[in-house]
């Protein structure tokens, strides 16, 4: 597969224009060929092992983002959002979740599952069996935000605002959406759609360290 790749200077234009919206324009929708393409951008994330230990939930129903909303600290952006993703991990990562991953390889690689073996050894070693295991949740958790990051970035190259939500009550999000009952746990949210001309933080100058305060070349 050839890559086009965009400029540094695209790349930064979309980075210094990208922020936390705080207010969007609830009556701007992202259309919906473009919004696939945001859901492919997540699918394409990268994660540790390839396990992918998340699901995406997009929020579509009203009245459920409704309810979301007083469990995240009345934020707008949750109503007034085109789109609202909340981003889950796994109840258990166990090995009926690997065995699913071994099989998706062989099926995307056309190889058989007996020469995954190793591979398959490795992975239950170290998630399964391994010292990760203690705390494998947090791991998962962890790969989580290598998802947000991600998505917002590739909205931010498409020209689509965004807004990550840490400010929520997991639990109530399980409980609203049902989500323990599907298998999984809410770690963080992110709206999505176009910023309001009324939101004043559009505006202002993005405040960051010095690069030489944050980046050291040993």
């Avoid at 109503?79 to 109840?91: R, Y």
């Avoid at 190793?118 to 949740?137: E, L, Q, S, T």
């Avoid at 599907?182 to 999505?192: E, Q, R």
């Amino acid at each position: 597969m050839r890559m086009n790749p965009i400029s540094t200077d695209q790349l930064l234009e979309s980075l210094h224009w990208r922020y936390a919206t705080k207010q969007f324009d609830a009556s701007k929708k992202i259309p919906s060929d473009l919004w696939k393409t945001l859901e492919d951008a997540l699918v394409l994330t990268p994660s540790s092992y390839g396990l992918q230990p998340w699901q995406f939930f997009v929020v579509e129903n009203p009245d459920l983002r409704a309810k979301l909303r007083p469990h995240s600290w009345n934020q707008s952006q949750v109503t007034d959002a085109s789109h609202l993703v909340v981003f889950a991990i796994p109840e258990k990562v166990d090995v009926p979740y690997m065995e699913k991953y071994l099989a998706r390889i062989a099926e995307v690689r056309g190889v058989t599952l007996e020469s995954l073996g190793f591979y398959r050894d490795m992975m239950m070693a170290d998630v399964i069996a391994g010292p990760r295991a203690a705390w494998v949740r947090e791991w998962a958790a962890r790969q989580v935000y290598i998802a947000l990051g991600n998505f917002m970035t590739s909205a931010a190259l498409v020209g689509i605002d965004t807004c990550p939500l840490e400010g929520i009550d997991p639990r109530e999000y399980d409980a609203i959406l049902d989500l323990p009952a599907k298998g999984y746990n809410t770690v963080v949210a992110c709206a999505a759609g176009y910023r309001s001309a009324e939101d004043k933080y559009a505006k202002l100058p993005k405040v960051r360290f010095e690069k030489s305060d944050l980046i050291r070349h040993l």
